[in-house]
């Protein structure tokens, strides 16, 4: 049971370059969810997925955008990359089922968009 | 517009000490007020609360919700270096949705 995972860890992209961030779990959770967190701050919601074939924005989804095809998989594509797009992006799940539903973080992507 | 506020911002203690962090919210649909640990890497969760009273976890730390003043407090006594990490206060606010909405951080240092 690996939990969320993301890929790739580390990654620099030039001005107007694309890339897709990957993130991947294995607890069979309905819910998923993006965020970005920019250095001494906490995170912002980008978009989320209440299940497979279904999402929608979060807080700051300019210049980004998701897909949902299986219930394991949760890619976030940069278009364009900006210099504003540095930043840590985490991924997270939940199942939001019983009295307990807290989300599951993976280890994060480290974009520099330079 | 929902906001989650933290205070202090950043907190240096020796070990030993006791220390109390501050989350206050304003949402318009209250859920659930979750704290997480975050040691440079991604956030691990610590406590969910969703009704006023207290949760404790490991002994040391322990958190309490007031939902009638809209605001969580998060206590640790005798502190240790790894518990050095920035806490992050987060309100669900929504019913199906999950969505959280998470203030700032505050930083906590653990001198020996």
């Known amino acids: 049971n690996a939990g969320v995972t993301q890929t790739p860890k580390f990654r620099i992209l030039k001005i107007g370059q694309s890339m897709t961030l990957q993130c991947a779990q294995d607890m069979n959770h309905n819910y998923m969810y993006w965020y970005r967190q920019d250095p001494g701050m906490g995170l912002k919601l980008i978009y989320y997925?209440?299940?497979?074939?279904?999402?929608d924005k979060g807080e700051v989804p300019n210049g980004y955008n998701v897909s949902r095809s299986t219930t394991e998989d949760f890619p976030l594509r940069l278009e364009l990359a900006a210099p504003s797009q540095t930043s840590v992006y985490f991924c997270?799940?939940?199942?939001?089922?019983?009295?307990?539903?807290?989300?599951?973080f993976g280890p994060g992507t480290r974009l520099t968009v330079t | 517009e929902d906001k989650v506020v933290q205070s202090p911002l950043s907190l240096v203690v020796h070990e030993g000490d006791t220390v109390t962090l501050n989350c206050s919210y304003e949402?318009?649909?209250?859920?659930?007020l979750l704290w997480y640990k975050q040691e440079k890497k991604a956030p691990t969760f610590l406590f969910m609360l969703?009704?006023?009273?207290i949760e404790k976890k490991s002994g040391r730390l322990s958190s309490i919700l007031d939902k009638k003043e809209l605001f969580s407090i998060l206590n640790i006594t005798a502190t240790q270096t790894g518990d050095s990490a920035v806490y992050l206060c987060a309100v669900d606010s929504s019913s199906n949705t999950g969505k959280l909405i998470f203030g700032q951080g505050t930083t906590l240092q653990v001198k020996p």
């Open positions: 997270a799940s939940s199942n939001r089922q019983g009295a307990r539903y807290e989300q599951y």
């Open positions: 949402v318009t649909n209250f859920r659930s």
């Open positions: 969703t009704s006023s009273g």
């Open positions: 997925s209440v299940g497979a074939g279904i999402t």
